[in-house]
T-cell receptor, first 112, second 113 residues
């Protein structure tokens, strides 16, 4: 168990809609990252938050946005959903940036 | 461009055999290399990790071999068991920037009883 919990576990959305995914990090971890994992692929970095500030972003458009809250929680928002957004979204936390990351079980998003 | 290249895509090994998965990278700024194990429907779980100041790290049946000059590293699973059947991902990070892990494309390992 990594102590990282995500919700919801599965959801289905329609193209054009918006979605919010939530993550509760391991206690004491002040860095949270979000990754997208398409079927049969490795995780791709979306962005990272360190002490509630964005600390790096991968190759994802601005319609992917996030927030990190005090007391180890975070959310990923995706606007104007596209079919290609269908994937497993993974939250990962670490003690500090540059440290080992620990993944949650993920949220499966299907866009129809 | 794939920052970390992983092979093979899939691997079938007999129980008790050795499973070997290879990864290669180009960015010499990478200085932390973990391996993750992922079961269907689950998130990746950290298995073992290495930094380039050592050439080998062993934890139980799992060993990472690291070749800094060749920019390659590999995972060896000794005495492979059916319970090891999973997808394995290598990854790389630059500790200086510290924010983005680059993952390989994964290797699906099947251990036959």
């Amino acid at each position: 168990e990594t102590g990282v919990t995500q919700s919801p576990t599965h959801l289905i959305k329609t193209r054009g809609q918006q979605v919010t995914l939530r993550c509760s990090s391991q206690s004491g971890h002040n860095t949270v990252s979000w990754y997208q994992q398409a079927l049969g692929q490795g995780p791709q970095f979306i962005f990272q938050y360190y002490r509630e500030e964005e600390n790096g972003r991968g190759n994802f458009p601005p319609r992917f946005s996030g927030l990190q809250f005090p007391i180890y929680s975070s959310e990923l928002n995706v606007n104007a959903l596209e079919l290609d957004d269908s994937a497993l979204y993974l939250c990962a936390s670490s003690l500090e940036y540059g440290n080992t990351i620990y993944f949650g079980e993920g949220s499966w998003l299907t866009v129809v | 461009q794939q920052q970390v290249k992983q092979s093979p895509q899939s691997l079938i090994v007999q129980k008790g055999g050795i499973s070997i998965i290879n990864c290669a990278y180009e960015n010499t700024a990478f200085d932390y290399f973990p391996w993750y194990q992922q079961f269907p429907g689950k998130g990746p779980a950290l298995l073992i990790a290495i930094r380039p100041d050592v050439s080998e790290k062993k934890e139980g049946r799992f060993t990472i071999s690291f070749n800094k000059s060749a920019k390659q590293f590999s995972l060896h699973i000794m005495d492979s068991q059916p319970g090891d059947s999973a997808t394995y991902f290598c990854a790389a990070l630059s500790l200086d920037t510290g924010n983005q892990f680059y993952f390989g494309t994964g290797t699906s390992l099947t251990v036959i009883p």
